[in-house]
């Protein structure tokens, strides 16, 4: 059974069929004519006029069964669908109506540790891998620097006899505890040195001091203990997780032991000040 879209191709497919057999059947005949009308009136002013019409007539009829050709086949692929165009993965792909959107596939990066990290702990916990003794004293003596270069500023500009009396406590047990591992040092003969750790720590506290020094009165004194409360208990991590860890010594292992208690003993003294300024 023959739907009226198969009826109609088929009927154009039957024209052009009609139109290129009239065309064969009628250029030779009319060729024939016209050679044999040459022939006899070769100087005939009509034989001019014959051969355009012969012309014409092998013309027409090439073009209707390219006409008909053409016709049929439109109508034959009315219907069908544009294939989808490709994109190359260099261009930004747009997806067809229906078809779920297309995430963009992102290259893989390389993370990499931040320079200049919002907290003392994490240039004291940075877990740098480091073999040698000297990067351990090195980091060690680093972070005692640092809190006495902040207990001399409170210790100056402090209105508080109790965060002055903090301040002054910093100054004695910090600088034994420089001095006690300086001595151990030269002993073993460990000459420090810095690593990645040890430098943020250093340009981190330049910025806290200079933002500390901005402060005056209550202000001042509530961020210096929030400060050094911070900075003893990053340095109980540093002592725990990267210096022991990676001490190979055992004199100096047991120097970094008997440091910890000290510290922890800063930290209660750090809560307890920073409780007594809050109920002020």
């Not at 330049?206 to 203990?225: E, I, M």
């Amino acid at each position: 059974m023959f739907t009226h879209k198969g009826c109609r191709v088929k009927s154009l497919r039957l024209l052009w069929c009609f139109a290129a057999f009239a065309s064969a059947v009628t250029a030779p005949l009319l060729y024939r004519r016209t050679a044999e009308s040459a022939r006899s009136t070769r100087n005939a002013p009509g034989s001019t006029y014959m051969k355009r019409l012969l012309t014409a007539a092998v013309a027409a009829s090439v073009l209707g069964a390219c006409h008909f050709h053409s016709r049929a086949w439109v109508a034959q692929h009315a219907n069908d669908k544009a294939p989808a165009k490709v994109v190359d993965d260099t261009q930004p792909v747009v997806s067809q109506a229906g078809e779920p959107a297309r995430k963009p596939v992102r290259e893989p990066v390389l993370e990499t540790e931040p320079s200049s990290p919002s907290t003392a702990s994490q240039q004291m916990t940075r877990s740098s891998i480091f073999t040698s003794d000297g990067r351990t004293v090195g980091r060690f003596l680093m972070a005692n620097d640092v809190v006495l270069s902040f207990a001399k500023i409170a210790y100056a500009n402090s209105g508080s006899e109790e965060v002055r009396g903090f301040a002054r406590r910093m100054l004695t047990d910090h600088t034994q505890l420089i001095a006690t591992m300086r001595a151990l040092s030269a002993e073993l003969e460990i000459s420090p040195s810095d690593d990645g750790g040890s430098r943020d720590l250093r340009d981190f506290s330049t910025l806290q001091r200079d933002s500390l020094r901005a402060l005056d009165g209550r202000a001042f004194d509530n961020a210096y203990v929030a400060m050094e409360l911070d900075r003893h208990r990053a340095m109980l991590s540093m002592i725990d997780d990267v210096l022991l860890p990676r001490a190979h010594s055992g004199e100096l292992r047991e120097l970094l032991a008997s440091a910890r208690p000290i510290i922890a003993a800063h930290v209660a003294h750090a809560e307890q000040l920073q409780a007594t300024l809050a109920r002020r």
